[in-house]
């Protein structure tokens, strides 16, 4: 079993920066791989990145890529979602997910991989 808190959200102007954290509890977080998903009013949950258990890969969607970065530090249990430049449309509840890796270099960018999921954190950018 894997809990999943993030914290880090707020409201921030838009060009602005934001680092969510998600902080899981659990000997194996290690070996799990981590994602990011966000959800707008209205929308449909999107996938927003992804790691590797080891870190040593990722993947950002299209819509974030040059200006999100996802990063993780197994030591301290938690996973980490950079953002900058932020933009009115980023907008979102932002969720953390957690999947049990099948092996080192594994990542995931659809929702229905993922088997546990964090409360979500609300990020507003302001125009």
């Known amino acids: 079993q894997v809990q999943l808190v993030e914290s880090g959200g707020g409201l921030v102007q838009a060009g602005g920066s934001l680092r969510l954290s998600c902080a899981a509890s659990?000997?194996?977080?290690?070996?799990?791989?981590m994602g990011w998903f966000r959800q707008a009013p209205g929308k449909e949950r999107e996938f927003v990145a992804a790691i590797s258990w080891s870190g040593g890969r990722r993947s950002h969607a299209d819509s974030v890529k040059g200006r999100f970065t996802i990063s993780r530090d197994n030591a301290k249990n938690t996973v980490y979602l950079q953002m900058n430049s932020l933009k009115p449309e980023d907008t979102a509840v932002y969720y953390c997910a957690a999947k049990q890796g099948s092996y080192s270099g594994a990542y995931y960018t659809r929702g229905s991989d993922y088997e546990y999921w964090g409360q979500g954190t609300q990020v507003t950018v302001s125009s």
């Open positions: 659990g000997r194996t977080f290690s070996t799990y791989a």
